[in-house]
T-cell receptor, first 112, second 109 residues
Framework: NAGVTQTPKFRILKIGQSMTLQCTQDMNHNYMYWYRQDPGMGLKLIYYSVGAGITDKGEVPNGYNVSRSTTEDFPLRLELAAPSQTSVYFC???????????FGSGTRLTVV | KNEVEQSPQNLTAQEGEFITINCSYSVGISALHWLQQHPGGGIVSLFMLSSGKKKHGRLIATINIQEKHSSLHITASHPRDSAVYICASRGGSQGNLIFGKGTKLSVKP
């Protein structure tokens, strides 16, 4: 049982480049989330999804896009990367909003 | 807007000591989560509670809904407990969490 798998673990991007952070879960969880963690700050919600075909903005969605075509996958797209997007990104999933969460191992992204 | 405050920010303890980490939130919530972030960065869910107390091994989490306050206790602390402990409140039905900034715990042998 792999849980939540994030790829890549590390990435350096140049300003203006684009990339997709991948997130896959094998627990048949309906709820999936993308968070970013900046030094000294609490995790902030970027986007979330309560099921395939449904996505919604979180607290800090600007500069990002998501899709949820299957229950398993919830990729996060960065268009036109900016230095402000340098952060550690975590994907998480849950059966629904009333249970605990499983987190991926994180993606450390640096934009230079 | 709900805000989550943790104290202390940093905590150093000797092995065997009893540890308490506090968490306060500003508005009513449906549940409170305690998470552990390892030095390598991975995040593990420890507890989710909406009332009373939960225990798992040497970890105990309590919540007082009226006072909007939760505590995480570690008994007989050990160097392997060194990590960042994060509390997060959940208010909405979508399960979205508001996170505290974390408490960095270091347990010395």
């Amino acid at each position: 049982n792999a849980g939540v798998t994030q790829t890549p673990k590390f990435r350096i991007l140049k300003i203006g480049q684009s990339m997709t952070l991948q997130c896959t879960q094998d627990m048949n969880h309906n709820y999936m989330y993308w968070y970013r963690q900046d030094p000294g700050m609490g995790l902030k919600l970027i986007y979330y999804s309560v099921g395939a075909g449904i996505t919604d903005k979180g607290e800090v969605p600007n500069g990002y896009n998501v899709s949820r075509s299957t229950t398993e996958d919830f990729p996060l797209r960065l268009e036109l990367a900016a230095p402000s997007q340098t952060s550690v990104y975590f994907c998480a999933s849950g059966r629904d909003g009333n249970y605990g969460y499983t987190f991926g191992s994180g993606t450390r992204l640096t934009v230079v | 807007k709900n805000e989550v405050e943790q104290s202390p920010q940093n905590l150093t303890a000797q092995e065997g000591e009893f540890i308490t980490i506090n968490c306060s939130y500003s508005v009513g919530i449906s549940a409170l989560h305690w998470l552990q972030q390892h030095p390598g960065g991975g995040i593990v869910s420890l507890f989710m509670l909406s009332s009373g107390k939960k225990k798992h091994g040497r970890l105990i989490a309590t919540i007082n809904i009226q006072e909007k306050h939760s505590s995480l206790h570690i008994t007989a602390s050990h160097p392997r407990d060194s990590a960042v402990y994060i509390c997060a409140s959940r208010g909405g039905s979508q399960g979205n969490l508001i996170f505290g900034k974390g408490t960095k715990l270091s347990v010395k042998p």
